[in-house]
């Protein structure tokens, strides 16, 4: 900038006659305006972020734990089952599992 262009924007400029301590005061001010405005958007993006994840939460989260709770459940009653079919064949000395299979016994 030429000297006369600095003059001539520097003569309209209502801060020329502010004294220094409110210059610093008003540019403290205007940084501190910048910083909160900076510090909004991550804010907010934490907001979106955050409803993501209860979103994926309870979408894909949960049915994994219900879906590994019933596949346990089935585990315990397949083992159950086993038990007792062992105790029953124990029970019956003539009918092994192999002669009950290969002769169509049934319950």
């Not at 209502?14 to 910048?34: D, M, Y």
Request: net charge positive.
């Amino acid at each position: 900038m030429t000297a006369a262009v600095r003059r001539r924007v520097w003569q309209h400029d209502a801060l020329r006659n502010l004294p220094v301590f409110h210059k610093i005061a008003l540019a403290l001010g205007v940084i501190a305006l910048l910083m909160g405005a900076t510090l909004v958007y991550p804010v907010h993006v934490n907001a979106s972020h955050t409803e993501m994840l209860r979103t994926f939460d309870r979408n894909v989260i949960e049915p994994l734990g219900q879906a590994e709770k019933l596949r346990n459940e089935i585990a315990a009653l397949q083992t159950r089952i086993l038990t007792l079919s062992v105790a029953e064949n124990q029970s019956r000395p003539a009918c092994r599992v192999e002669k009950c299979f290969s002769t169509g016994w049934t319950r």
